[in-house]
């Protein structure tokens, strides 16, 4: 006996104490609502109305039915809200990866407002390098990732929006690449350079040098950093080049960001899940965390596609003058 429906029914009579002017707002005839509310009584073995006298009166078993019944199905109501809530990704936990160099204004942006639409959501977040996301996407260990592309073994994945930015090189400041407005990757001949591990972003990786040699660019060394302060200072030595979005480079006063002729390093990160049982909140994430990343890319100018060069009124000028000898 489907006992939510039954209760339903046998409310309504209750209010009424009519059993025609019930079946009328039920919608029903009147000798099936008769036999649910006789099925009912059978069912918890009571007599729920008392039926000797004209009008139709509850029993002391049916006052308390009443009473019960609104509280079983007010909590049936609540149920079945959570679970639309769930549903639609709004409750729960999500298990999300981003990779270890993201910066923390990006993250501070995506977990408020996830906390602000989605408040019944619980973010995990995991510092994940790209690769080591595709595989616990595949194994279950993640419900959704922000990788760089191209994604390797993308097979039963879902790619999802995606947040591109122009690389440009980070050099000493002293270089004389710096006092260019922009440098092309044929200029950068003879310069070590400084990449991630391969293993961290594979298809990036090889993606990023065959770029560089494309464009004339092969460097006599590549040397690996994991951690984007660490590749920093070794540019800042003179030791070699990087690529960054100018965020990195900023940060240093002996270092300097300048955009690459004709923009041929185009980072794009997107949002991955898996194709099947997929977490309902992935595309709540997804369309969050893409935002956040763009909202923090640096500011662009004339729709160049890279963050705008501007080394006016900086502290470091004093230290390197326009007119000081710069190194080869």
């Not at 079945?80 to 993250?107: H, K, Y």
């Not at 293993?199 to 990023?208: I, Q």
């Not at 770029?211 to 540019?235: D, K, M, Q, T, Y």
Request: glycine content about 10%; overall charge neutral.
């Amino acid at each position: 006996m489907d006992l939510i429906r039954h209760l339903r029914l046998f409310i309504v009579v209750a209010e009424e104490l009519h059993f025609s002017r019930a079946a009328d707002l039920l919608g029903m005839a009147q000798p099936p609502l008769s036999q649910a509310v006789r099925r009912l009584e059978r069912e918890v073995g009571v007599e729920l109305f008392d039926r000797s006298a004209r009008q139709v009166r509850l029993t002391a078993a049916g006052a308390l039915l009443v009473e019960e019944a609104r509280e079983l199905l007010a909590r049936e109501e609540r149920l079945r809200a959570v679970m639309g809530r769930v549903r639609d990704g709004e409750l729960g936990t999500l298990r999300a990866g981003v990779p270890p160099q993201t910066p923390a204004r990006t993250l501070h942006a995506l977990l408020s407002a996830c906390a602000e639409e989605f408040p019944g959501l619980r973010i995990d977040l995991h510092e994940v390098d790209p690769a080591e996301q595709v595989r616990l996407l595949g194994s279950g260990g993640l419900d959704v990732g922000l990788v760089h592309h191209p994604v390797d073994d993308a097979g039963g994945l879902v790619l999802g929006p995606s947040a591109d930015t122009a690389l440009g090189v980070v050099l000493p400041r002293a270089s004389r690449l710096a006092r260019l407005p922009e440098v092309a990757l044929h200029d950068l001949a003879g310069h070590d350079l400084f990449l991630f591990p391969r293993a961290t972003a594979p298809g990036w990786y090889d993606r990023t040098l065959e770029i560089c040699r494309a464009g004339g660019f092969v460097p006599p060394s590549v040397r690996h950093a994991r951690n984007p302060e660490f590749l920093l200072g070794l540019v800042a030595s003179g030791r070699g080049v990087a690529f960054d979005d100018g965020r990195v480079a900023g940060k240093e006063p002996r270092a300097a960001w300048r955009p690459l002729t004709g923009r041929p390093l185009i980072l794009r990160i997107s949002a991955v899940w898996p194709d099947h049982s997929a977490h309902p909140a992935v595309h709540h994430f997804a369309r969050i965390a893409v935002r956040a990343v763009m909202d923090d890319l640096p500011a662009r100018s004339g729709g160049s596609g890279a963050p705008a060069v501007d080394d006016r009124a900086r502290p470091w000028s004093v230290v390197y003058p326009p007119g000081r000898p710069t190194a080869p």
